[in-house]
């Protein structure tokens, strides 16, 4: 089974079991909390691990996390050792987030930028992007000087790169592709 379909299957288990229980925000609130703490390279080594016994996995993740996760979401961690799959806790946490975030109605967004964009401009984006798909809109901005100049625009798995960077290669590939025999 590839990962994709793995981190798909628990977090869709996990999605349904928080909207039976009513505690999705809850669940949500947790999964950010998990994604954030497994970015540590401490925490990536322990879930990739093939020598530290799921009990002690377990055990370390419980108290890595504390009381600040619900039981809903100990469980999936819990299940996830039990059956192996502790590698992929990060990618479940984000497709879970995605499903979240459609179900109420969000799109993410992300605008990458050579410079910081003026809140203007986010709101400008964000309005155009919130009437044209019909959504709540999440933008989410990133500065990238190597993208020289322009914007590239991310709305879910749709991609609008219309960098200057982006302009140049495409100039160097005519370019190059158009050379003459002499």
């Avoid at 954030?36 to 691990?49: A, D, G, H, N, Y």
Wanted: glycine residues 4%.
């Amino acid at each position: 089974m590839n990962d994709s379909k793995i981190s798909v299957r628990y977090s869709r288990a996990l999605f349904q079991s928080a909207l039976e229980n009513k505690m999705l925000d809850r669940v949500y609130q947790d999964m950010l909390n998990v994604a954030q703490i497994c970015t540590f390279p401490e925490v990536r080594e322990l879930l990739k691990s093939p020598i530290i016994r799921p009990s002690k996995k377990t055990s370390i993740l419980h108290e890595v996390f504390g009381k600040d996760l619900c039981s809903l979401t100990y469980s999936l961690i819990d299940l996830a050792v039990k059956n192996g799959r502790e590698s992929f806790i990060p990618a479940i946490a984000r497709v879970f987030r995605s499903e979240t975030m459609k179900h109420n109605g969000i799109t993410e967004t992300v605008l990458t930028t050579a410079v910081k964009a003026d809140d203007k401009v986010k709101k400008q984006v964000s309005d155009l992007i919130s009437s044209t798909f019909n959504t709540k809109v999440e933008l989410k901005e990133i500065v990238d000087e190597d993208i020289i100049g322009g914007f590239i625009l991310r709305i879910d798995d749709k991609y609008i790169d219309a960098s200057i960077r982006n302009k140049l290669r495409k100039i160097e590939k005519e370019l190059k592709g158009n050379r003459l025999t002499a």
